[in-house]
């Protein structure tokens, strides 16, 4: 249901775009998040954006002013863009979807939330 791409290796500082397809339909009943996983480390939440209400966002504290979430119903398809990339960013990143209407924007952050997973895609920021 959930394809991501876009992935990859860049220097500290650098930016990335990630890609989400999504094949669920209708596409703007639902929620889609970003997660990541470094090794070693639990899955945390990055971005959110619920495409029920008109597409409000959630950033975790460490993505706010660097990454920016968006969905373009024309193609099924949420980007999150990443910009000064750090170290710390590094790991794979997940997409993940489910219907969130009337939830607070604080639950696209958590993964329990999402029962639609993509298989995920490896960045690597490297110092």
């Known amino acids: 249901h959930l394809v991501e791409s876009g992935g990859g290796s860049v220097e500290a500082g650098g930016s990335l775009r990630l890609s989400c397809k999504v094949s669920?339909?209708?596409?703007?009943?639902?929620?889609i998040g970003w997660f990541r996983q470094a090794p070693g480390k639990e899955r945390e939440g990055v971005s959110g954006i619920d495409n029920s209400d008109g597409g409000s966002t959630y950033y975790a504290d460490s993505a706010k002013g660097r990454f920016t979430i968006s969905s373009d119903s024309a193609k099924n398809t949420v980007y999150l863009q990443m910009n000064n990339l750090k170290p710390e960013d590094t790991g794979v990143y997940y997409c993940a979807a489910d219907r969130l209407s009337g939830f607070d924007i604080r639950y696209l952050g958590l993964s329990d939330y999402y029962n639609y997973w993509g298989q995920g895609t490896q960045v690597t920021v490297s110092s």
């Open positions: 669920l339909s209708p596409f703007d009943d639902y929620a």
